[in-house]
């Protein structure tokens, strides 16, 4: 498939003059050319809310203001710093990408989309969007909303939960760049697509009427905006119940409860938590001898990308004798410092809840 030579010649241009004028402009992540700052914020952005990043972001900085700061930080500050965002992942792979970025490349992140994809989480939309941001590389971008934008733009009939279709895509999106393009260009370009995406063309009730591209747009012409993007492969959502064990007692005059580190693998992988079990009776096993004390409290409902998980937290206080409690590998963390411990963000808000 050849994208028609009326888009070809019209799309670009007419992208990136609505983006100087009627785009994003102001968010803290704009204006700058720091691959640092761009890269933390192309990271943070994936399947997150710009509204729901902007204190990460400027928390991050404050901490970590560039990438030498985060590539010594220990992983625990920075799942700490990371707690509430989701899909922690992320953030271990943004701490083995600064690492990485400080042994192998003295510091300095590499100039080119083709050099950044070699580098720990950075796929090839996020290393077009750095390439095109911080040097103006005429390269473009393919996240999802991209994808959704132009599969509607030229009515792609390919099927995107296909990695053919995303590659043929891709193509596709490499034809519609300007051409001959300033760096400024580039940046408008780039910054259009996502506002296109984000604000304009949504998956549902796109706004049509204000797109600077509708003119071009085959699906609209048609009127079958609602048939893009093709996708057939759908994953199922799960439904699961854990239980939630919160061991309390006194540290030293403070209350503290119960953490364990999470697996490598898996949901909340790597993270602090309390220990889980998969029914009430398990739970109490893992409470032993103490579960005669246990309190149950309200259930919790959390939503992850394909799951939903329903919590159910469980409640025992020890006495002094609980100095004996045998876990296999974990420690008593003060209740004042569970700012500092990265926690999955169901678990952080139960514990700064606790009842007396």
Not at 249 to 269: C, F
Not at 299 to 304: F, G, R, S, V
Request: with cysteine.
């Amino acid at each position: 498939m050849k994208a028609p030579d009326a888009v070809i010649a019209g799309f670009a241009p007419a992208l990136v003059h609505w983006q100087r004028r009627d785009g994003r402009h102001g968010l803290p992540w704009q204006g700058t050319r720091d691959p640092y700052r761009v890269w933390l914020s192309e990271i943070m952005l994936q399947q997150t809310q710009v509204s729901t990043v902007l204190g990460y972001y400027q928390r991050f900085l404050q901490r970590f203001p560039d990438v030498q700061a985060l590539a010594t930080a220990s992983e625990d500050e920075v799942m700490s710093l990371w707690s509430g965002l989701g899909y922690y992942s992320r953030a271990r792979n943004l701490h083995r990408c600064a690492r990485a970025v400080v042994s192998e490349h003295g510091g300095r992140f590499p100039s080119t989309s083709l050099q950044l994809a070699t580098l720990p989480g950075i796929g090839d939309s996020t290393a077009a969007a750095i390439a095109a941001f911080c040097h103006g590389e005429r390269v473009s971008i393919a996240d999802g909303n991209v994808r959704r934008v132009l599969s509607r733009l030229l009515a792609f009939e390919g099927d995107l939960s296909q990695t053919r279709a995303q590659k043929d895509l891709w193509q596709l999106a490499q034809s519609l760049l300007p051409e001959r393009p300033s760096a400024d260009d580039m940046v408008a370009y780039t910054q259009g697509l996502m506002d296109l995406g984000a604000g304009v063309c949504t998956l549902r009730r796109p706004a049509c009427d204000g797109c600077p591209v509708a003119g071009l747009c085959e699906a609209r012409r048609a009127g079958t905006t609602d048939r893009f993007p093709v996708k057939t492969r759908r994953i199922a959502r799960r439904h699961e119940s854990w239980w939630l064990l919160v061991l309390r007692k006194s540290v030293a005059g403070q209350p503290a409860v119960w953490l364990e580190r999470r697996p490598p693998r898996g949901i909340w992988a790597g993270l602090h938590c309390v220990p889980v079990a998969g029914d009430e009776a398990q739970a109490l096993a893992l409470a032993g001898p103490f579960a005669a004390k246990s309190r149950h409290l309200p259930a919790l409902a959390h939503a992850l990308t394909h799951r939903e998980l329903r919590l159910h937290p469980v409640l025992v206080d020890l006495g002094p004798g609980a100095a004996e409690l045998a876990r296999a590998e974990g420690w008593w963390v003060p209740t004042a410092q569970l700012g500092d411990v990265g926690l999955p963000a169901p678990v952080r808000s139960l514990l700064m809840q606790l009842p007396g």
